[in-house]
């Protein structure tokens, strides 16, 4: 199976996923990597570990439908089994989310459904929650509202800030990517209506 990622920055979380792949010797191949500006810094990683890397710049599309269709004639070009976003910070055309529909999944810093959108740890403090975490989801049109795949929960501690908030939140994320991807390719999610169902492993 193969993997491709979309990022719009530092690429922790791909990271993390191609790291565990390593470790745990997942059949897969990650066929790219496309970040939709140059500057992104998970290209560099990508590069030092021989994954195809891509930029397809979104501030040469005059709209996001232009952008989106180059984007999702390079991810077939790849071949994509899963399309994996990790910190892709672009909003896309529903004629994306369709096109990967059911193989198209977010990670979102926050407990969905508390805090879509930008600056969740921000929020979560100014909102008081005493819990915070992240949320892997498969994406639908609806922006962070995708059937949920898996959540991890951490603490707000009293002399938060958003940077230490996110630095934790970001831990976990690391943990929980993985798991989701790996679940995916091994075949043990099923989508039903807004929920998502998972199969225990093959014995
Ligand atoms: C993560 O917190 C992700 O949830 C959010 O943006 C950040 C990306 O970090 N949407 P990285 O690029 O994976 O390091």
Known sequence: LSIVTLISGRGSNFEAIVKTA?????????????ANHSAAKGL????????????????AH????????????????????LVVLAGFMRILTPQFIRHFEGRLINIHPALLPQFPGLHTH??????????HGATVHFVTEGVDEGPIICQASVPVLADDSADTL?????????QIYPRAVKWFLDGRLRIEGNQVKLSPPEP
């Open 44 to 59: 560099d990683f990508a590069r030092s570990e021989g994954i195809p890397a891509f930029t397809v710049e979104h501030r």
């Open 122 to 131: 921000e929020r979560a403090l100014e909102a008081g929650v005493k819990t």
């Open 22 to 34: 390593q470790k745990e010797a997942w059949p897969v191949i990650f066929s790219g990597v496309i």
């Open 166 to 174: 996110a630095a934790r939140v970001l831990s976990a994320e690391h």
């Open 62 to 81: 005059a709209t996001r439908e232009s952008f989106d269709e180059v984007l999702i004639h390079k991810i077939d070009q790849l071949g994509a089994d």
